[in-house]
């Protein structure tokens, strides 16, 4: 079991929407097309959104279109794509480089009716043509979530699955009218104004409105995921122990049960990723002991998350990046070598420099696996100097550490703290490596094999040095042995690897 949670997975979310400052609900003009109490909105090639609004004349006598953003739907401002419109025979004509739409001039939309006389959308899918109508069953539809699994017995619970965007009829619909119901009996609202900057959940402009999106995509389901994706706004990927198996059972057990249940599991080789203390886990008969080991809590105060985890030192540890010598391909990776009796601690040594040849030429990060799971540790800002560096994070923002000088350096990383280190060795390995340097408390320095040049911590050559079999270097002495330029400032520099203090 590669990930146990010590306690509950307690998950405070606040309730809000995923709207990002590029969004805009409000569709591009151009890819409207309005034919009386109908609109169509041309969002992609093969994305339509189907309005029909005919509120009571006491309310209005025009139709009242939805242009705010809901729940599901939060930019409807795409590119607009090429398409052609036409009235022939008291029919409408839209057609996209993949759907031909026909819509019945003054014809109401009623999905309740089942029929395509008053609107069709043909596409071909694997050299067949596909009829859609409002009110088709998706016979074919891969499903996709429901509220809970309480009740389930084997497969009793797939016919309450709400339908989902892939099929394999190749087309889907998502229904956001007023009416319409979810799986859960939930229906969708629109936002309004946001009040200290939480939107607020309004009435709809038209209860009784028909608001739909149809998915004509055959069955490139990439693409199907990828425009949802572009009107729905992004979602952060949960991590991937949520995808594994859970055991969750609302009865109340001891901790010995939990202890037996996990032998159990253990025994049938079932790979446990989750386990939901329901309830009475408080309460007597409850002792819960923690091993002596590495234990990792995470605390999100802006998303209101804690997740506790049993850390587990990483199988491996990697640097790529444009001023590596493997660039940015991710199967010749550099590796890291585990520090003898360190189980989170790595090392590597090797040259970074400015290659022109490579994407971002100065920059570089590093890559793990744990098992199946790939791990990522990055700066906290972008640019960062790796010889300033002494805290990195894993996840979040793909930032990266940029080099300033060409060179030899020696990182070391802590995982488990998340700890790094670096050290600047020289332009050649051997003017670091072949370099011993003992400091002492009077800043006094012994140098054997001297190396030839003092850098600044941006890895900048301040200085160079005369060469010596052996020589003893202080304060008094240090402005002597130089072959250049005049003695550095007061302050922190590299010298064959190693910080010296220059007062």
Same mark, same amino acid.
């Given at each position: 079991?590669?990930?146990?949670?010590?306690?509950?997975?307690?998950?405070?979310?606040? !309730?809000?929407?995923?709207?990002?400052?590029?969004?805009?609900?409000?569709?591009?003009?151009?890819?409207?097309?309005?034919?009386?109490?109908?609109?169509?909105?041309? =969002?992609?090639?093969?994305?339509?959104?189907?309005?029909?609004?005919?509120?009571?004349?006491?309310?209005?006598?025009?139709?009242?279109?939805?242009?705010?953003?809901?729940?599901?739907?939060?930019?409807?401002?795409?590119?607009?794509?090429?398409?052609?419109?036409?009235?022939?025979?008291?029919?409408?004509?839209?057609?996209?480089?993949?759907?031909?739409?026909?819509?019945?001039?003054?014809?109401?939309?009623?999905?309740?009716?089942?029929?395509?006389?008053? &609107?069709?959308?043909?596409?071909?899918?694997?050299?067949?043509?596909?009829?859609?109508?409002?009110?088709?069953?998706?016979?074919?539809?891969?499903?996709?979530?429901?509220?809970?699994?309480?009740?389930?017995?084997?497969?009793?619970?797939?016919?309450?699955?709400?339908?989902?965007?892939?099929?394999?009829?190749?087309?889907?619909?998502?229904?956001?009218?007023?009416?319409?119901?979810?799986?859960?009996?939930?229906?969708? !609202?629109?936002?309004?104004?946001?009040?200290?900057?939480?939107?607020?959940?309004?009435?709809?402009?038209?209860?009784?409105?028909?608001?739909?999106?149809?998915?004509?995509?055959?069955?490139?389901?990439?693409?199907?995921?990828?425009?949802?994706?572009?009107?729905?706004?992004?979602?952060?990927?949960?991590?991937?122990?949520?995808?594994?198996?859970?055991?969750?059972?609302?009865?109340?057990?001891?901790?010995?049960?939990?202890?037996?249940?996990?032998?159990?599991?253990?025994?049938?080789?079932?790979?446990?990723?989750?386990?939901?203390?329901?309830?009475?886990?408080?309460?007597?008969?409850?002792?819960?002991?923690?091993?002596?080991?590495?234990?990792?809590?995470?605390?999100?105060?802006?998303?209101?998350?804690?997740?506790?985890?049993?850390?587990?030192?990483?199988?491996?540890? !990697?640097?790529?990046?444009?001023?590596?010598?493997?660039?940015?391909?991710?199967?010749?990776? =550099?590796?890291?070598?585990?520090?003898?009796?360190?189980?989170?601690?790595?090392?590597?040594?090797?040259? =970074?420099?400015?290659?022109?040849?490579?994407?971002?030429?100065?920059?570089?990060?590093?890559?793990?696996?744990?098992?199946?799971?790939?791990?990522?540790?990055?700066?906290?800002?972008?640019?960062?100097?790796?010889?300033?560096?002494?805290?990195?994070?894993?996840?979040?923002?793909?930032?990266?550490?940029?080099?300033?000088?060409?060179?030899?350096?020696?990182?070391?990383?802590?995982? !488990?703290?998340?700890?790094?280190?670096?050290?600047? &060795?020289?332009?050649?390995?051997?003017?670091?490596?072949?370099?011993?340097?003992?400091?002492?408390?009077?800043?006094?320095?012994?140098?054997?094999?001297?190396?030839?040049?003092?850098?600044?911590?941006?890895?900048?050559?301040?200085?160079?040095?005369?060469?010596?079999?052996?020589?003893?270097?202080?304060?008094? &002495?240090?402005?002597?042995?130089?072959?250049?330029?005049?003695?550095?400032?007061?302050?922190?520099?590299?010298?064959?690897?190693?910080?010296?203090?220059?007062?």
């Amino acid at each position: 079991m590669k990930r146990f949670i010590l306690s509950h997975l307690f998950l405070f979310l606040l !309730f809000g929407l995923n709207i990002s400052a590029q969004d805009n609900p409000v569709a591009d003009e151009a890819a409207v097309v309005q034919s009386g109490n109908v609109r169509f909105t041309i =969002l992609t090639p093969r994305l339509i959104r189907i309005q029909y609004s005919k509120p009571p004349t006491e309310i209005s006598t025009s139709p009242l279109f939805e242009d705010r953003a809901t729940f599901a739907v939060v930019n409807r401002r795409l590119p607009v794509p090429e398409f052609t419109k036409e009235e022939r025979d008291g029919y409408l004509y839209i057609t996209t480089s993949a759907l031909n739409l026909k819509y019945r001039i003054g014809a109401a939309i009623r999905p309740a009716q089942h029929t395509d006389a008053a &609107l069709s959308i043909t596409f071909n899918l694997n050299g067949r043509t596909v009829l859609w109508y409002p009110g088709k069953d998706d016979a074919f539809n891969l499903k996709g979530t429901m509220r809970t699994l309480d009740g389930d017995i084997g497969d009793s619970h797939r016919p309450n699955f709400e339908n989902g965007l892939l099929s394999r009829d190749g087309w889907a619909i998502v229904d956001e009218s007023p009416s319409a119901k979810r799986g859960d009996d939930s229906r969708t !609202f629109a936002f309004g104004e946001a009040v200290d900057g939480i939107p607020w959940v309004e009435q709809p402009v038209d209860p009784n409105a028909i608001d739909m999106y149809f998915f004509g995509y055959g069955h490139d389901y990439k693409d199907a995921l990828a425009d949802y994706v572009k009107i729905a706004g992004r979602q952060p990927m949960p991590p991937r122990y949520m995808f594994g198996y859970w055991y969750s059972k609302y009865q109340r057990y001891t901790a010995d049960d939990f202890r037996n249940l996990v032998t159990d599991i253990n025994a049938n080789d079932i790979p446990l990723d989750v386990m939901i203390f329901d309830m009475d886990w408080h309460k007597d008969g409850w002792v819960v002991t923690l091993a002596e080991d590495r234990y990792r809590f995470t605390v999100d105060m802006t998303k209101r998350t804690l997740k506790g985890e049993l850390f587990d030192a990483w199988d491996e540890l !990697f640097l790529v990046g444009g001023a590596a010598s493997c660039g940015w391909e991710s199967y010749i990776m =550099l590796p890291f070598t585990r520090v003898e009796g360190e189980r989170c601690t790595y090392t590597w040594t090797g040259e =970074l420099k400015n290659r022109t040849e490579n994407v971002e030429p100065r920059r570089f990060k590093l890559t793990g696996q744990n098992a199946w799971e790939p791990k990522h540790l990055h700066p906290f800002t972008q640019d960062e100097s790796p010889l300033a560096t002494t805290q990195l994070r894993t996840g979040g923002d793909d930032t990266k550490w940029q080099i300033a000088a060409d060179g030899w350096y020696r990182i070391t990383v802590d995982v !488990f703290r998340e700890t790094f280190h670096a050290d600047y &060795l020289g332009r050649t390995p051997t003017e670091g490596q072949a370099t011993g340097i003992n400091i002492k408390h009077n800043e006094e320095c012994i140098m054997h094999n001297a190396p030839s040049a003092i850098y600044d911590l941006q890895g900048r050559k301040v200085a160079s040095l005369m060469n010596s079999e052996e020589r003893t270097m202080n304060n008094s &002495l240090f402005t002597n042995h130089y072959s250049s330029g005049q003695r550095p400032n007061p302050g922190i520099y590299i010298i064959g690897g190693k910080k010296v203090v220059i007062k």
